[in-house]
């Protein structure tokens, strides 16, 4: 009876271990935020469930809230849309498979992050080299600077409207509150 007691006790200790070792692994995860920009991280499966959930449940009120944002920003604004390159839906997907532990994810993401460094890196001396092989004077690349620092700003004007939408249709005011918007809205 003794020698089933111990073997008993050494296969719940040998289960236990193992169970702590998967509740231990850590998950990359890839995530594309509103202005598609991409960024990694590492989550618990847990985590990593709970975000999905969010997203999804965000990507339902993503067109309803757009749509809002697009006529509340041609009344405001008297610009005649939000550009569809303005915002996008966020996204996070699993990258590779679960790690054993958080150390060789973070290990994982420092990688992914020095890989999407160079590649930017590398963009922007091949911009530099494109502009310098150019016949563009140095006041047309100048102009198109500013243009592209001034559209870049309307986008990230546009981004942050919608963003407040967004949070309204996820949040939405009080009954009252509610009910004269939507009597305003049908009076359009």
């Given at each position: 009876?003794?020698?089933?007691?111990?073997?008993?006790?050494?296969?719940?200790?040998?289960?236990?271990?193992q169970?702590?070792?998967?509740?231990?692994?850590?998950?990359?995860?890839?995530?594309?935020?509103?202005?598609?920009?991409?960024?990694?991280?590492?989550k618990?499966?847990?985590?990593?469930?709970?975000?999905?959930k969010?997203?999804?449940?965000e990507?339902?009120?993503?067109?309803?809230?757009y749509?809002?944002?697009?006529?509340?920003?041609k009344?405001?604004?008297?610009?005649?849309?939000?550009?569809?390159?303005?915002?996008?839906?966020?996204?996070i997907?699993?990258?590779?498979?679960?790690?054993?532990?958080?150390?060789?994810?973070?290990?994982?993401?420092?990688?992914?992050?020095?890989?999407?460094?160079?590649?930017?890196?590398?963009?922007?001396?091949?911009?530099?080299?494109?502009?310098?092989?150019?016949?563009?004077?140095?006041?047309?690349?100048?102009?198109?600077?500013?243009?592209?620092?001034?559209?870049?700003?309307?986008?990230?004007?546009?981004?942050?409207?919608?963003?407040?939408?967004?949070?309204?249709?996820?949040?939405?005011?009080?009954d009252?509150?509610?009910?004269?918007?939507?009597?305003?809205?049908?009076k359009?």
């Amino acid at each position: 009876m003794g020698r089933y007691a111990i073997l008993l006790t050494c296969a719940l200790l040998t289960l236990t271990s193992q169970l702590a070792r998967s509740a231990e692994k850590a998950l990359v995860v890839k995530i594309k935020g509103y202005d598609s920009e991409t960024s990694y991280d590492v989550k618990t499966p847990d985590e990593f469930k709970a975000a999905q959930k969010e997203l999804t449940a965000e990507a339902r009120l993503f067109p309803k809230a757009y749509r809002l944002a697009d006529k509340r920003w041609k009344k405001e604004t008297g610009k005649p849309r939000i550009t569809r390159s303005a915002v996008s839906m966020r996204r996070i997907t699993m990258v590779g498979r679960p790690y054993k532990n958080a150390d060789e994810a973070h290990d994982k993401v420092m990688d992914l992050q020095a890989r999407l460094a160079e590649k930017l890196i590398a963009d922007a001396e091949k911009e530099k080299k494109r502009n310098k092989r150019s016949n563009k004077s140095k006041a047309a690349i100048a102009r198109e600077r500013r243009r592209e620092a001034k559209r870049e700003a309307d986008t990230e004007a546009a981004r942050s409207f919608f963003l407040n939408i967004l949070e309204e249709v996820k949040n939405p005011p009080a009954d009252d509150e509610a009910a004269d918007d939507e009597a305003a809205e049908k009076k359009e």
